[in-house]
């Protein structure tokens, strides 16, 4: 499997520095993005705490990553 961090940025579309970044791969029923962790068999992580985990390591448990 290729590493996390390509295939995530394979499923981005980046524009404007200052603008967000639209997610160009599967959805949940909500509408947001999501995709799966390495090693996870089932299952997913929204795209904008997988953004999150690649530029800033793990969340921690008092932060709530929202999509904005």
Not at 15 to 44: D, F, H, T, V
Request: aromatic fraction near 12%.
């Amino acid at each position: 499997m290729r590493p996390f961090a390509i295939r995530f940025c394979e499923k981005v579309k980046k524009g404007n520095p200052n603008e967000c970044w639209e997610w160009q791969a599967c959805r949940s029923n909500r509408g947001y993005g999501y995709i799966r962790l390495p090693g996870k068999i089932a299952g997913g992580i929204g795209a904008h705490r997988a953004s999150w985990i690649l530029h800033n390591g793990e969340i921690p448990n008092t932060l709530f990553v929202c999509h904005s």
